[in-house]
């Protein structure tokens, strides 16, 4: 894969297969490339998952810590997602302080999830002052664009497959001690993210790194079940084009079309 | 409709807002927005050369934007320096006035805008984008339009525009949304659209209503200050 950024030439190419609906790869413009979904890639981890959509791969590791609840919710757990774009997975990506898209896509996969209702975090409380902090990092390993729909599902999963550490006599974590006892999650909250992506007047879904890179502008919708209603629980647009009411509106429908279709294609690995 | 706001506004109603232009006068263009108790100034300073020079554009100048909360704007007294949080909202600051500049006479140039959260009470990033707006006018920088920008919220199955804080941290039924938007005046070009909770994607066009009527009004504010400051 080439460092270099993506040509002007090839974005003006882009732009014109997309006004006909095409796609290099030969997809629509709002087909998802093949998604699979691998469990336990890291066995010290609580829960950890490799979400592979395409050539874009990305693991999300759950770790569950005993702490303090934080002063304004001391009837709770915690929820804390960080990650970084490690070098690794790209040549686009390097060491450092992180920048905007490495603080970026953790608080996506964050509000995704805390939004949704997946997680009871009232059921998270040992005793009082003691409290389960659930902590999931996300890690790219593969960059080939839509890492944020990836790792939401990566982060989705892991929770879903991660067990309680045990606890000894004084409610510290013994990670030694291995439990059956699974997260107190809803089960038919099922958290994704959808993320739209525009250049010129074409919106495509799941962009390879080349397309992504082409976008003038992304918007990403949490997405999930609730009470038996589809709910949108977080939305980010970013980039400086600005979007319509009309294309704000014609997402609507494909949104819930593709939860659905996201859903239904997890399910065998669920 | 269903809910009883505590302040006795009525869903469509903002908190009572104030602007002023002209409030830094070091800067070459600032001004002051509020919503209720919540206190936003931003200050623009430029365009100026860039340094270092490797990051300079030819063929447009460029914005920056940095949004933060003073110290103690809020009860929980923040660490000074940028979070995680405000360098989210910094960028979107940017994304959000930058469709309504036109930088390209001033190539290799930087804006930057500076906006500070001197009171909180939900609604900071848009009282930012508001008084940023205010504050690129103030300067003169070429603008293709203004900038407003609201939170719409629902709170259970209600739309209501403009939350408080006490409103953000409501509970029960479907919960609190907050619904940040920001778009290029009297068009239906949205420049920042961000959510957090829980809504129907069918009711995605009642927030949309929402905003532009809330933004309409927010437009009239800004074109007021921006006529007292030329002293009409």
Same mark, same amino acid.
């Given at each position: 894969?080439?460092?270099?950024?993506?040509?002007?030439?090839?974005?003006?190419?882009?732009?014109?297969?997309?006004?006909?609906?095409?796609?290099?790869?030969?997809?629509?413009?709002?087909?998802?490339?093949?998604?699979?979904?691998?469990?336990?890639?890291?066995?010290?981890?609580?829960?950890?998952?490799?979400?592979? $959509?395409?050539?874009?791969?990305?693991? %999300?590791? #759950?770790? +569950?810590?005993?702490?303090?609840?934080?002063?304004?919710? *001391? =009837?709770?757990?915690?929820?804390?997602?960080?990650?970084?774009?490690?070098?690794?997975?790209?040549?686009?990506?390097?060491?450092?302080?992180?920048?905007?898209?490495?603080?970026?896509?953790?608080?996506?996969?964050?509000?995704?999830?805390?939004?949704?209702?997946?997680?009871?975090?009232?059921?998270?409380?040992?005793?009082?002052?003691?409290?389960?902090?659930?902590?999931?990092?996300?890690?790219?390993?593969?960059?080939?664009?839509?890492? $944020?729909?990836?790792?939401?599902?990566? %982060?989705? #999963?892991? +929770?879903?497959?991660?067990?309680?550490?045990?606890?000894? *006599? =004084?409610?510290?974590?013994?990670?030694?001690?291995?439990?059956?006892?699974?997260?107190?999650?809803?089960?038919?909250?099922?958290?994704?993210?959808?993320?739209?992506?525009k250049l010129g007047s074409s919106l495509f879904l799941d962009p390879t790194r080349e397309e992504e890179e082409a976008a003038e502008a992304r918007i990403t919708f949490g997405i999930s079940l609730w009470n038996g209603q589809n709910m949108i629980n977080s939305c980010q647009k970013r980039g400086a084009k600005p979007l319509s009411r009309a294309e704000v509106e014609s997402m609507m429908p494909i949104l819930l079309e593709k939860q659905i279709y996201l859903n239904e294609k997890l399910k065998k690995f669920l | 409709m269903a809910l009883k706001r505590e302040d006795g506004r009525k869903a469509s109603d903002l908190r009572p807002m104030q602007a002023k232009?002209?409030?830094?006068?070091?800067?070459?263009?600032?001004?002051?927005?509020?919503?209720?108790?919540?206190?936003?100034?931003?200050?623009?300073?430029?365009?100026?050369?860039?340094?270092?020079?490797?990051?300079?554009?030819?063929?447009?100048?460029?914005?920056?934007?940095?949004?933060?909360?003073?110290?103690?704007?809020?009860?929980?007294?923040?660490?000074?320096?940028?979070?995680?949080?405000?360098?989210?909202?910094?960028?979107?600051?940017?994304?959000?006035?930058?469709?309504?500049?036109?930088?390209?006479?001033?190539?290799?140039?930087?804006?930057?805008?500076?906006?500070?959260?001197?009171?909180?009470?939900?609604?900071?990033?848009?009282?930012?984008?508001?008084?940023?707006?205010?504050?690129?006018?103030?300067?003169?920088?070429?603008?293709?339009?203004?900038?407003?920008?609201?939170?719409?919220?629902?709170?259970?199955?209600?739309?209501?525009?403009?939350?408080?804080?006490?409103?953000?941290?409501?509970?029960?039924?479907?919960?609190?949304?907050?619904?940040?938007?920001?778009?290029?005046?009297?068009?239906?070009?949205?420049?920042?659209?961000?959510?957090?909770?829980?809504?129907?994607?069918?009711?995605?066009?009642?927030?949309?209503?929402?905003?532009?009527?809330?933004?309409?009004?927010?437009?009239?504010?800004?074109?007021?200050?921006?006529?007292?400051?030329?002293?009409?």
């Amino acid at each position: 894969m080439s460092t270099m950024d993506t040509s002007n030439l090839t974005i003006e190419t882009l732009r014109q297969m997309f006004e006909q609906g095409k796609r290099f790869d030969g997809r629509s413009l709002k087909d998802y490339r093949p998604i699979t979904v691998e469990h336990n890639v890291s066995n010290k981890a609580e829960g950890s998952t490799r979400v592979r $959509i395409g050539k874009t791969e990305v693991l %999300a590791g #759950v770790k +569950l810590q005993v702490g303090a609840p934080y002063p304004d919710s *001391k =009837d709770k757990g915690n929820l804390m997602v960080s990650g970084d774009l490690l070098p690794l997975a790209s040549p686009r990506f390097e060491s450092g302080p992180p920048g905007f898209n490495a603080i970026e896509l953790p608080r996506l996969v964050d509000r995704a999830i805390r939004e949704s209702g997946m997680i009871d975090f009232k059921k998270l409380v040992i005793t009082g002052e003691k409290v389960w902090t659930v902590i999931i990092d996300v890690f790219p390993i593969n960059d080939d664009g839509n890492l $944020i729909d990836a790792a939401t599902i990566a %982060a989705s #999963v892991a +929770l879903k497959d991660a067990t309680f550490p045990g606890l000894d *006599k =004084d409610n510290n974590v013994d990670y030694h001690i291995k439990t059956q006892n699974k997260l107190p999650l809803s089960k038919e909250t099922f958290p994704v993210s959808i993320s739209f992506y525009k250049l010129g007047s074409s919106l495509f879904l799941d962009p390879t790194r080349e397309e992504e890179e082409a976008a003038e502008a992304r918007i990403t919708f949490g997405i999930s079940l609730w009470n038996g209603q589809n709910m949108i629980n977080s939305c980010q647009k970013r980039g400086a084009k600005p979007l319509s009411r009309a294309e704000v509106e014609s997402m609507m429908p494909i949104l819930l079309e593709k939860q659905i279709y996201l859903n239904e294609k997890l399910k065998k690995f669920l | 409709m269903a809910l009883k706001r505590e302040d006795g506004r009525k869903a469509s109603d903002l908190r009572p807002m104030q602007a002023k232009v002209g409030v830094v006068p070091n800067a070459d263009g600032s001004a002051i927005f509020t919503f209720g108790d919540t206190i936003a100034i931003a200050a623009v300073y430029g365009p100026k050369q860039l340094h270092p020079q490797h990051m300079q554009d030819p063929s447009t100048g460029i914005l920056r934007c940095n949004y933060d909360l003073l110290s103690f704007s809020v009860s929980d007294r923040k660490k000074p320096g940028p979070s995680r949080r405000s360098q989210e909202l910094s960028k979107m600051t940017q994304w959000a006035l930058e469709p309504a500049l036109d930088l390209e006479g001033f190539p290799n140039t930087v804006i930057d805008v500076e906006v500070q959260i001197i009171q909180a009470d939900a609604g900071t990033r848009t009282a930012g984008i508001n008084a940023a707006a205010l504050a690129l006018a103030h300067a003169g920088v070429p603008m293709r339009n203004l900038v407003c920008a609201v939170a719409i919220g629902k709170l259970d199955k209600d739309i209501v525009v403009d939350l408080d804080k006490s409103e953000e941290d409501f509970e029960g039924g479907e919960g609190p949304t907050d619904f940040p938007v920001a778009k290029l005046a009297n068009t239906d070009q949205y420049t920042l659209l961000q959510l957090d909770g829980k809504i129907q994607p069918e009711r995605v066009k009642e927030v949309l209503s929402f905003a532009d009527e809330s933004c309409a009004k927010i437009y009239e504010i800004q074109k007021k200050a921006l006529k007292e400051a030329l002293g009409e």
